[in-house]
């Protein structure tokens, strides 16, 4: 029943992005082609089955149904911008090329009509130095997320082992990093951080108002770490800090510092109550032989043994 649910909302669009501030694209982008149809059933002789190329047939008209599904995909995943309207416009132009040489195939438009002709030397070209615009602003975008992101993600980006809640990795993301540097031979540090009476917040204010102190917590910790420093949510209220190259010393004093930052949190309810639980934290130095799950286990553990 789940799973049918959830392949349900797959099928439900969600809102697309505006392509040059229009939000109604498709319907403009319907029109040209309305009237590319007209204009080869009106003016072009209609070739016999015998003369139809199917090869180029599927070809084109199956290059013109991808460029429209990846306009649609990229309007659904993107907000508008300049890099959408770059890519969009550029998977327009293709395809309006695409329909162009696929009516092409069913219909012969006298010699003395040139704009056929055209229309398939330019629009193509033309969509493809749009999308390569729109790639090379996008390469820049992702620069600038990346440099956000950098606390959050390190080495590849798994976006099936993200938190929904706080947008940082889950334990499976924690586990797979820390069997990189594992791999690597590198030492490093392991830090668990939690709220004490976390569960009495979500009990009497609600399961929305715990999720909203949890993203404050995570956008706290991420405020006091270390460009090289990589937090992850745990569990719950859980969140597990990894430290490449750091040694005990330095995870001790980071520990520290970390408990008192979420000690002096002080969240605010939509109702007005104001939140200001203790921090709880627990180190470790990381094993290089140790499977990264029992590291964790032991460090959560610990965790629920500090004072």
């Given at each position: 029943m789940v799973s049918a649910r959830a392949f349900l909302k797959l099928l439900q669009p969600g809102p697309l992005a505006p392509v040059l501030g229009l939000s109604h694209i498709a319907h403009l982008l319907a029109l040209p082609m309305a009237a590319l149809l007209w204009a080869f059933a009106n003016l072009g002789e209609f070739k016999p089955l015998a003369q139809w190329r199917w090869v180029d047939i599927v070809g084109e008209g199956g290059m013109?149904?991808?460029?429209?599904?990846?306009?649609?995909?990229?309007?659904?995943?993107?907000?508008?911008?300049?890099?959408?309207?770059?890519?969009?416009?550029?998977?327009?132009?293709?395809?309006?090329?695409?329909?162009?040489?696929?009516?092409?195939?069913?219909?012969?438009?006298?010699?003395a009509i040139v704009w056929d002709n055209w229309l398939e030397s330019t629009l193509v070209p033309l969509g493809a130095l749009l999308l390569t615009l729109g790639l090379h602003h996008w390469r820049q975008e992702q620069r600038a997320l990346t440099e956000q992101l950098l606390k959050r993600e390190r080495l590849f980006r798994e976006?099936?082992?993200?938190?929904?809640?706080?947008?940082?990795?889950?334990?499976?993301?924690?586990?797979?990093?820390?069997?990189?540097?594992?791999?690597?031979?590198?030492?490093?540090?392991?830090?668990?951080?939690?709220l004490k009476g976390f569960d009495s917040v979500a009990r009497e204010l609600g399961l929305a108002e715990a999720?909203?102190?949890?993203?404050?917590?995570?956008?706290?910790?991420?405020?006091?770490?270390h460009p090289d420093d990589l937090l992850c949510r745990y569990a719950a209220d859980r969140f597990c800090v990894l430290m490449p190259g750091s040694d005990g010393q330095a995870a001790r004093l980071q520990a520290e510092h970390l408990r008192q930052a979420l000690s002096s949190l002080a969240?605010?309810?939509?109702?007005?109550?104001?939140?200001?639980?203790?921090?709880?934290?627990?180190?470790?130095?990381?094993?290089?032989?140790?499977?990264?799950?029992?590291?964790?286990l032991a460090l959560a553990h610990e965790l629920r043994q500090a004072p």
């Open positions: 013109g149904v991808m460029a429209g599904v990846w306009l649609f995909q990229l309007r659904l995943s993107r907000p508008g911008g300049r890099v959408t309207d770059l890519l969009c416009l550029g998977l327009a132009a293709i395809l309006l090329g695409q329909w162009v040489d696929l009516l092409d195939e069913f219909w012969r438009l006298p010699k976006h099936r082992s993200m938190d929904g809640i706080t947008q940082l990795g889950d334990a499976n993301y924690l586990q797979a990093q820390i069997a990189l540097e594992q791999g690597m031979r590198r030492p490093g540090a392991l830090l668990m951080l939690s999720d909203r102190l949890l993203q404050a917590v995570s956008h706290l910790l991420l405020l006091n770490l969240h605010h309810s939509r109702s007005g109550q104001r939140l200001q639980l203790s921090g709880q934290s627990a180190w470790a130095e990381m094993s290089l032989s140790r499977p990264p799950e029992q590291q964790l």
